[in-house]
T-cell receptor, first 115, second 112 residues
Framework: SAVISQKPSRDICQRGTSLTIQCQVD?????MFWYRQQPGQSLTLIAT?????????ESGFVIDKFPISRPNLTFSTLTVSNMSPEDSSIYLC????????????FGQGTRLTVV | SQKIEQNSEALNIQEGKTATLTCNYT??????LQWYRQDPGRGPVFLLL?????KEKRKERLKVTFDTTLKQSLFHITASQPADSATYLC???????????FGQGTTLQVKP
């Protein structure tokens, strides 16, 4: 299993500003995933972050808006840039166990409100 | 495009009864399917995984079935308890990417 610490747990931000969310894992993992969960909605994958390479973004998400860093095998950050109220959401980081078809572990999420 | 559908309406049942949640999908051939529990203000927690070549999986009071012909999974909680009240998400996985596609979830309310 993996324990994921995500910071901050919540924040209220002004539109036009940026917020960086940190994700720390208690073990080394190859792939980390960033999801967005809008109110009342399911999880939508933003990007996959591999250590040592650029993140791979899903359709509808771009690096300029959601830059991701992955400096080592236990840490990643997601930045939400130039925020607007539509970015208000819960952002979650996730890792999977060894091998692909195993369970995913999630952080507790960052609840972002943009005003 | 890929689509996953779960019961959109909340499921209300009496304590002790069996809760059955449905997950249907289209335009996808997953290598495996997973069920997660999510409580308010928390990230999802893994419950069960079933692979494409498996028909049924059990874990304590939980049972999941997987019918790749019908493109459907059923998730059962037997002898339900108020503590089982939560939102339950199904997720489809690809064996070569590790990415998961989630359904919108079904909220279960177990009344004492």
């Amino acid at each position: 299993s993996a324990v994921i610490s995500q910071k901050p747990s919540r924040d209220i931000c002004q539109r036009g500003t940026s917020l960086t969310i940190q994700c720390q894992v208690d073990s080394q993992v190859t792939m980390m995933f960033w999801y967005r969960q809008q109110p009342g909605q399911s999880l939508t994958l933003i990007a996959t972050a591999n250590q040592g390479s650029e993140a791979t973004y899903e359709s509808g998400f771009v690096i300029d808006k959601f830059p991701i860093s992955r400096p080592n095998l236990t840490f990643s950050t997601l930045t939400v840039s130039n925020m607007s109220p539509e970015d208000s959401s819960i952002y979650l980081c996730s890792v999977t166990g060894s091998g692909f078809n195993t369970e995913a572990f999630f952080g507790q999420g960052t609840r972002l409100t943009v005003v | 495009s890929q689509k996953i559908e779960q019961n959109s309406e909340a499921l209300n049942i009496q304590e002790g009864k069996t809760a059955t949640l449905t997950c249907n999908y289209t335009n996808y051939s997953p290598a495996y399917l997973q069920w997660y529990r999510q409580d308010p203000g928390r990230g999802p927690v893994f419950l069960l995984l079933i692979r494409e070549n498996e028909k049924e999986k059990r874990k304590e009071r939980l049972k999941v079935t997987f019918d790749t012909t019908l493109k459907q999974s059923l998730f059962h909680i037997t002898a339900s308890q108020p503590a089982d009240s939560a939102t339950y998400l199904c997720a489809l996985g690809s064996s070569n990417t590790g990415k998961l596609i989630f359904g919108q979830g079904t909220t279960l309310q177990v009344k004492p």
